[in-house]
Protein backbone atom coordinates (compact mmCIF):
# COMPACT_ATOMS: atom_id res chain seq x y z
CA UNK A 1 0.00 0.00 0.00
CA UNK A 2 2.64 2.66 0.68
CA UNK A 3 3.83 2.15 -3.12
CA UNK A 4 -0.05 3.10 -4.10
CA UNK A 5 0.76 6.17 -1.71
CA UNK A 6 3.87 7.38 -3.04
CA UNK A 7 2.75 6.72 -6.69
CA UNK A 8 -0.48 8.89 -5.84
CA UNK A 9 1.60 11.93 -4.34
CA UNK A 10 3.97 11.55 -7.41
CA UNK A 11 0.45 11.92 -9.74
CA UNK A 12 -0.19 15.25 -7.57
CA UNK A 13 3.45 16.43 -7.26
CA UNK A 14 5.91 16.05 -4.51
CA UNK A 15 8.88 16.77 -3.26
CA UNK A 16 12.33 15.97 -5.45
CA UNK A 17 13.20 13.17 -2.82
CA UNK A 18 9.93 11.42 -3.11
CA UNK A 19 9.51 12.20 -7.14
CA UNK A 20 12.98 10.78 -8.41
CA UNK A 21 13.70 7.12 -9.48
CA UNK A 22 11.77 3.81 -8.95
CA UNK A 23 9.19 3.87 -6.32
CA UNK A 24 11.07 0.27 -5.50
CA UNK A 25 14.36 2.01 -4.87
CA UNK A 26 13.17 4.15 -2.03
CA UNK A 27 14.75 2.88 0.68
CA UNK A 28 11.23 2.07 2.94
CA UNK A 29 9.52 0.43 0.01
CA UNK A 30 13.32 -2.11 -0.47
CA UNK A 31 14.03 -2.81 3.11
CA UNK A 32 9.58 -3.17 3.43
CA UNK A 33 9.86 -5.38 0.39
CA UNK A 34 13.31 -7.37 2.10
CA UNK A 35 11.19 -8.51 5.32
CA UNK A 36 8.54 -10.00 2.86
CA UNK A 37 5.99 -7.08 3.95
CA UNK A 38 3.74 -5.63 0.36
CA UNK A 39 4.03 -5.77 -2.85
CA UNK A 40 8.10 -6.01 -4.82
CA UNK A 41 7.13 -4.94 -8.07
CA UNK A 42 3.65 -3.26 -9.74
CA UNK A 43 2.86 -6.13 -10.88
CA UNK A 44 1.68 -7.63 -7.77
CA UNK A 45 -0.39 -4.97 -6.95
CA UNK A 46 -4.29 -4.27 -8.24
CA UNK A 47 -5.94 -1.39 -7.83
CA UNK A 48 -10.22 -2.38 -7.48
CA UNK A 49 -12.49 0.37 -8.84
CA UNK A 50 -16.41 0.75 -8.80
CA UNK A 51 -16.54 2.93 -11.83
CA UNK A 52 -15.14 4.39 -14.82
CA UNK A 53 -13.95 7.48 -13.16
CA UNK A 54 -12.00 5.68 -10.57
CA UNK A 55 -10.65 3.32 -13.48
CA UNK A 56 -9.49 6.16 -15.06
CA UNK A 57 -7.56 7.46 -11.75
CA UNK A 58 -5.95 4.10 -10.96
CA UNK A 59 -4.83 4.08 -14.27
CA UNK A 60 -2.87 7.23 -13.70
CA UNK A 61 -1.72 6.26 -10.34
CA UNK A 62 -0.43 2.89 -12.00
CA UNK A 63 1.68 4.91 -14.61
CA UNK A 64 4.01 5.99 -11.65
CA UNK A 65 4.85 3.02 -10.31
Given at each position: MNAVGIAILRSLGTTSSISNGSIWDLEQIR??????????SAEQI???TADSASTQMADEICRFM
Open positions: RASNLGLGATEII
